[in-house]
């Protein structure tokens, strides 16, 4: 006689091909979802290279798919492995589905690529949809102009996938902020499966930092994530720096993992060399740097933002432009609504333009003035909304192995 397993399994998967923003949102939702439940597990599939670098909260795990990464041109190559990227993608693909078969998931979440890379989770999406597993897309609050992302989505054929298998759409924002299905022709019975969360609240992190400027208030902290398209962004607040002598305010760079490791070089050279700035290359508890800081430049990626909002920091966002219009269309309606301040890189980054913006840093008034309810409401509405899901799965208990050939015989 089958019985019902007591403890619940969900299953995130992120593509992970660059950066750190997908596992990190993936990561907080999980472990917002463990300290809610502890009768629940959760395991996140990912390709990035560094996530053993995080800690993971009890009943969290992650299996670790091989690594690959976007080219300028847009091509994909692997990351560490020298071989195919066919073969690549064909063991993620192979690594995903069997990861979800013997897991068997009470609620699968997807991170903002409807079909995975290159397609690479669409199978494992049709193998849980006849398993009778809840299907979650999540979307960041902003993916990339409309004229952009309709041709992207219908060259993946994203839509068969948006109205036949997911049973729900998350969108981890507002749309009084952004709505990132605005202006595409979408039917209407994707909207009615779609729900706008609010932002994914960041918390404290235990334990002191390693950065140098620990405790060292005030400063202003210099963060472009994982430092792979960062570069710019860093040199243009050095330069500043290298330029105005009485810069009112320290500097805490903290460069990224991805940065170019000559460029890494480089800008620690330069910074060592200026009395009122530190650079640092890397550290996975960024939020004990962001709690001390007077205000924060940064990108404006989604996690930043988040971590902006969630601290209350005066920012000054830098969006990048390419190859998505993501950053500075998230940045240019915060400003509208006046959660912070943006400076556009015009590729001249004349730096006295760069220095004036630092100094009104410490004069803008803080996210907080500005109220927009629900705003922070995301982890909140994310363990709601996976609650009433995982109830809805809750069904005997199938066999680890041999269940998937039986149903698919008998069915």
Not at 50 to 65: H, T
Request: net charge neutral.
């Amino acid at each position: 006689m089958a019985t019902r397993r007591q403890h619940k399994r969900i299953l995130i998967y992120s593509h992970d091909t660059f950066g750190l923003g997908h596992l990190r949102r993936c990561r907080t939702i999980a472990h917002s979802l463990v300290d809610i439940n502890r009768e629940l597990s959760v395991l996140i599939l990912s390709g990035s290279p560094i996530i053993g670098s995080f800690d993971f909260r009890a009943r969290v795990d992650f299996v670790r798919i091989p690594g690959v990464i976007k080219l300028r041109n847009g091509e994909y190559t692997s990351l560490n492995l020298h071989i195919d990227i066919e073969e690549t993608l064909a063991m993620r693909a192979s690594i995903i589905r069997h990861t979800a078969e013997i897991f068997d998931p009470d609620l699968f979440i997807v991170d903002k690529e409807p079909l995975g890379l290159r397609g690479e989770v669409k199978d494992t999406l049709e193998m849980l949809k006849q398993r009778g597993t809840p299907l979650v897309l999540g979307l960041r609050d902003v993916m990339d102009e409309p004229a952009l992302l309709a041709p992207e989505w219908e060259r993946k054929n994203v839509l068969p996938a948006l109205e036949h298998l997911y049973d729900e759409l998350w969108v981890y924002g507002l749309p009084q902020v952004c709505d990132p299905l605005d202006g595409l022709d979408l039917p209407a019975s994707i909207g009615r499966k779609t729900t706008f969360t609010g932002y994914l609240r960041r918390a404290p992190v235990s334990g002191a930092a390693s950065g140098p400027a620990g405790g060292r208030a005030p400063y202003i902290l210099v963060t472009p994530g994982g430092g792979g398209d960062g570069e710019a962004l860093v040199d243009w607040v050095l330069r500043a720096y290298e330029s105005e002598g009485r810069m009112p305010h320290r500097a805490l760079i903290v460069l990224g993992p991805f940065m170019n490791q000559d460029r890494q070089a480089e800008f620690q050279a330069r910074a060592a060399k200026l009395r009122r700035v530190e650079a640092i290359g890397f550290d996975a508890r960024l939020e004990s740097l962001i709690e001390p800081a007077l205000g924060m430049v940064a990108m404006g990626g989604y996690n930043t933002f988040c971590e902006i909002l969630s601290f209350d920091k005066r920012a000054l966002i830098v969006p990048r432009q390419a190859p998505r219009r993501e950053q500075l269309i998230r940045a240019s309606r915060a400003q509208e609504l006046g959660l912070c301040s943006m400076l556009v890189d015009d590729e001249v980054r004349d730096a006295g333009q760069m220095a004036t913006a630092l100094r009104r840093l410490a004069q803008q008034q803080p996210p907080s003035d500005i109220v927009v309810p629900g705003l922070l409401d995301g982890l909140d509405s994310v363990n709601r909304l996976a609650a009433r899901l995982l109830e809805r799965r809750a069904e005997p208990v199938r066999s680890r192995f041999g269940w998937w050939r039986g149903r698919r015989a008998s069915a």
